[in-house]
Structures are given as structure tokens and as C-alpha cells.
């Protein structure tokens, strides 16, 4: 496979699973703005910190108003993290290998990005912002669905398949660090009664709730909702269960040396560490080490097949 195949495959897994799950961001804040009492609610600014894009966000807008954060991260076509942007560059990723996938991705993607586009104004409004997150999750969701069933399990599926589960991967450390964070202090009583909205909030953000409630069969609380979400091998959103599924497409590539040797002491680091035992502190220190690991992972993916190669390696990986 030629290398600009590989990372325009690559991108489009990811552009597509980040505008999928920003779309569930935003729907989720919503709703856990209205569980929560005045004053206890997070507000539209850790939507910005989860993204990591506070200093972008605040070179162009005055304020975290609600209008301001919806805007920057579904229609700012400057943010490159913005559902409308994140489409478009998985739209351009695929127009360039048209020959690799199926017509059907094609298609069904620019439709997607027509709809995303026309509708903007809808999906920026209160009243129409629902329905519009929905869209763009459910055509997200049906173009992964349909590259599962119709594309080869050959490269072009090993590097579309890791480009969507680092992506999911890091989303997934994100939304619990930030989550965390900036909703309830730990060491406030009279807001215990709001925890578990709080940890609900962390699986809805990542569809989680449900597959929570039938594999841990306990109560939605912090020890066992951490637990899940970085540790379980049977959730597709879970980081060890991405990053399984990375090492699995790596193991297959030639000279994958580099790539074995990063994703496995990522893995190490998830699976070994006693997350429910971490306070707020080191959580978040915890989580500053798996993303530098995603970094280091995509580095060498980058590195190994993106770069232009030699003469020697005719041009292909």
C-alpha cells in the first residue's frame, strides 16, 4: 500500500470518529445542564478544555457563552476539531482514495457533509440542536458500520481501524479528566447527592451507561465507572480495549518494531495501574501519561508509514 493511502485512510477514521464524538459532547452537556442545580452545573467551557483548545478558543471568542462554545465546535470552520471541519477533512481524506474503498463510503460521506453544512444554522439553534447532533452521530455511526461489513480486512482496514481507536482512545481520557474535574469537588458534602449524575454524565458522554450498568452490575460510582472506562477488554470505548485493537493491526505491518514497542507499554501503564485508588491529582497525572503514550503511538505510525519513504521501500508499507 502506497503511504499516502495509508494516512489519508488513517485521517479519515479519525476525522469521522471526532466529529461523531464531539456531536455526543455537546448533546450530553446539554442534558447535564439541566440535571444539575444553578450553580453546581459546569457550564459550556469544559467542553473547550476537553478538547484542549482553550488557547484558540479565546484568541477568537470574548467569552464561554453557550452560543460562543456551540459555534466554535460544531461550525467553526477554523477549528480543525469542529464537526463541520472534522467532516470536510474526512470528506478530502476519502476523495483521494476513492479507489481503495467502497462507492457507497463516498457517497454516503459527502452526504453527510452536505447535510452538516445546510443544516448548520439548525444545528447552532436550540430548538434544532438536537436533532442535528443526532444526524451526525447516527450517519458517524452507519459509515463505520459500513466499512465494517464491505471493506477488506487487508492494510487499508488496519490503518482506518487504528486511526479510530486512538482517536477514541484519547477522547475517552479527555471527557474523564476534565469530567471529574470540574463537576462536583470531592470534599463537598452537601453535593454528594449529585455524584452519581456527575459519573453518569462521564458514560453518556461515551455511550457507556448502558454497557456500564449490564457489565459491572453495580451502581454508577467513581472506583468501578474509572475502572470500566480504562480497563475493560470487552468495551469498544474503553482505552484498553483500543489500544488492543491497535496492537492487533500493528502486528500485522512490516517493520513494526517501533509502533509494538509503544503500544505495549501503553497497554502496560492502563492495565497494571489501580485507577480507583487514584485521587483527583494523580488521576489527572495518570491521564497526562496515557495521552503522551496516544502521542507516541501516533508518532511512530507517522514515523514508520506516513513520512515519504526511500527508493528502497518503493513507496509502499
Not at 34 to 60: C, M, N, S, Y
Not at 101 to 112: F, S
Not at 254 to 271: F, H, M, W, Y
Request: hydrophobic share 40%.
Amino acid at each position: 500500500m502506497l503511504s499516502r493511502v495509508a494516512e489519508h485512510i488513517y485521517w479519515m477514521g479519525r476525522y469521522v470518529e471526532r466529529a461523531e464524538n464531539t456531536a455526543r459532547l455537546i448533546n450530553v452537556n446539554a442534558f447535564l445542564l439541566l440535571d444539575l442545580p444553578k450553580g453546581v452545573a459546569p457550564g459550556w467551557e469544559p467542553l473547550i478544555a476537553i478538547t484542549g483548545q482553550e488557547g484558540e478558543f479565546e484568541g477568537r471568542y470574548k467569552d464561554y457563552s453557550e452560543r460562543n462554545v456551540v459555534k466554535f465546535l460544531i461550525g467553526d470552520m477554523d477549528n480543525a476539531g469542529s464537526i463541520l471541519s472534522a467532516l470536510n477533512q474526512a470528506r478530502e481524506n476519502c476523495r483521494t482514495i476513492r479507489d481503495i474503498v467502497p462507492k457507497a463510503t463516498w457517497e454516503l460521506l459527502t452526504e453527510l457533509n452536505i447535510y452538516a453544512r445546510d443544516n448548520l444554522q439548525s444545528g447552532l439553534a436550540k430548538k434544532g440542536r438536537h436533532a442535528y447532533l443526532e444526524r451526525i452521530i447516527e450517519g458517524s455511526q452507519l459509515l463505520t458500520g459500513m466499512l465494517g461489513a464491505t471493506l477488506s480486512r487487508d492494510e487499508a482496514w488496519s490503518f482506518l481501524r487504528m486511526g479510530r481507536n486512538l482517536e477514541r482512545a484519547d477522547m475517552t481520557t479527555r471527557i474523564v479528566d476534565v469530567r471529574t474535574a470540574n463537576l462536583l469537588p470531592d470534599d463537598t458534602s452537601e453535593l454528594r447527592p449529585f455524584e452519581t449524575i456527575q459519573w453518569m454524565s462521564v458514560l453518556k458522554s461515551l455511550s457507556s451507561y448502558h454497557m456500564y450498568r449490564r457489565r459491572m452490575q453495580v451502581r454508577v460510582q467513581r472506583g468501578e465507572v474509572l475502572r470500566f472506562l480504562f480497563q475493560d477488554t470487552t468495551f469498544p470505548r474503553s482505552v484498553l480495549h483500543c489500544l488492543q485493537a491497535v496492537q492487533h493491526e500493528v502486528a500485522g505491518l512490516p517493520r513494526n518494531t517501533a509502533c509494538r514497542d509503544a503500544i505495549s507499554g501503553l497497554q502496560e501503564k492502563v492495565g497494571d495501574t489501580k485507577v480507583e485508588r487514584l485521587n483527583q491529582d494523580k488521576l489527572h497525572l495518570y491521564i497526562d501519561q496515557i495521552q503522551l503514550g496516544l502521542s507516541k503511538v501516533h508518532e511512530a505510525l507517522a514515523s514508520g508509514y506516513f513520512l515519504p519513504l526511500d527508493d528502497a521501500r518503493s513507496g509502499s508499507v
